[in-house]
């Protein structure tokens, strides 16, 4: 089964933002994209692998061991 392809609405829904973020990656070309004549779309494996790259572990600190801020 083939990846579907979400609209720049759909992929600004999966991402818990306005359309402008997405149009802006894609702008940037910070996302790899599809043209289907004049509309853009954003494969879910693409999606996925972008949230996946960009998603930042937490930190675990040992307890008992202070860290200084700046």
Do not use: C, H, W
């Not at 609209?7 to 289907?36: H, S």
């Not at 509309?39 to 202070?66: F, K, M």
């Amino acid at each position: 089964m083939a990846d579907q392809l979400l609209d720049v609405k759909q992929v600004a829904t999966r991402l818990g933002t306005g359309v402008r973020f997405p149009r802006r990656l894609i702008e940037e070309r910070r996302i790899a994209y599809v043209k289907v004549g004049r509309n853009v779309r954003i494969s879910e494996r693409v999606l996925d692998e972008y949230i996946a790259a960009n998603t930042v572990q937490p930190v675990t600190v040992r307890p008992g061991v202070l860290r200084r801020v700046a």
